[in-house]
């Protein structure tokens, strides 16, 4: 792997969900003009029935908590686990400065080594306003926490193509090789590395 020399500042990050909020609220809505159609096609019964009543809000309650457990698909994986310690020494011998390249010629930096499609795809955790997206890159890629959940977060989106696959597998796998990774031998060398630094992942 080709070393790039990449220099930027330091400072603390963070991973909102940003989305549980929005996705809540639009679903209220949705609620709210589900009942005003039923109130509209039965104007002389202005009572909703009790189970209609009880069905939206169980809904409603169940649409509040998924997305506050999307990220957690990986349960047994957490962001000291053994598994990301051995990812992140495979990658970088957990450095936490420094970018390189990868066999598919992707600028990868950090302890991680992340490139910046992975962390779009995470959709760029600390990335302030008016801030350009490689100076938050760099900064998430260089911050463990922050790149752990972001490479966490985009190997959640493409677990069903692993399927069969031990947690820590389908995590290396897809940072190494995107969406398919788990669908290519190409990445059989980096999970091979991995298990090496954590033979019981």
Known sequence: MTEVNYKSPSSPTFFPNKNSFFNTFTFFLSYLSIMRIY??????????????RLLGLFLMLLHTVLPSTANLIFHQIEIGSDCMKAMCLADSGCIQKGCSRDV???LGCGYFRMNIWQ??????????????????????????????????QVASRFRLKCYGKSDCETIARLHDGGANGCRTGDTLPYWVTVKSFCPDC
């Open 39 to 52: 109130n509209f096609n039965n104007p002389k019964n202005n009572k909703i029935p009790s189970i209609t």
């Open 119 to 152: 962390f779009k795809q995470c959709y760029e955790p600390g990335r302030q306003i008016g801030e350009d997206s490689e100076s938050a890159w760099i900064r998430c890629s260089e911050d463990y926490e922050c790149a752990s959940k972001c490479i966490v």
């Open 104 to 106: 598919f010629d992707r």
